[in-house]
Every structure is written in C-alpha cells, then in structure tokens.
C-alpha cells in the first residue's frame, strides 16, 4: 500500500490495486482482476485489528490476516511479510 490511495500485489501480477482506503477502523481495497481475456472489479472490506509502523492485522470474517515489516541483509528496504491465522 502506498500514500494517496494506490497499492500493489507483489504476489499476483493479475491483481490489481485500483485503490485503498480507511474510514474509521475498516480497510477498503479496490482490485481489478486480469487474467484469461477477462476482466473484474471487487471492493473488499477488512477490520483493521492492530497497526503500527512495524504490522497491520486485518481481520475478514473468521480470518486474520498478519502481516509484518521485515528487513534482510541483501536488502535495505522493508519487505512485508505476510501470515495467515484463523480464529475459532
């Protein structure tokens, strides 16, 4: 996710992220999906559970998305990492 409302899938070159956005604790991300001659758009809501400069924990119905800001020696810059739990 970037500043101004743009994001990027590092993950899926098919997903693409139109636009995100916050309205009190839940996350919109808008996503156009791109693959096999055909084309969609979806809008997902996440409940934003934790954030902070090093995590965001999303929350979508009984999963919970987890991902972390790690550094490597070969690179500088942050790369999130990303787990998933599931919550009972």
């Known amino acids: 996710m970037f500043g101004g409302g743009t994001a990027q899938s590092d993950t899926m070159s098919t997903l693409l992220y139109e636009r995100w956005s916050v309205?009190?604790?839940q996350l919109t991300?808008?996503?156009k999906s791109?693959?096999?001659k055909q084309s969609s758009i979806?809008?997902?809501i996440y409940f934003i559970q934790k954030l902070n400069d090093?995590?965001?924990v999303l929350?979508?119905?009984m999963q919970l998305l987890n991902y972390k800001k790690v550094?490597?020696?070969s690179q500088q810059k942050s790369k999130p990492k990303r787990t998933?739990?599931?919550q009972s």
């Open 23 to 25: 309205e009190g604790n």
């Open 29 to 31: 991300l808008t996503a």
């Open 34 to 36: 791109i693959g096999n």
């Open 42 to 44: 979806d809008s997902k």
């Open 54 to 56: 090093k995590e965001l």
């Open 59 to 61: 929350k979508d119905k």
């Open 71 to 73: 550094n490597t020696k």
């Open 84 to 86: 998933i739990g599931f």
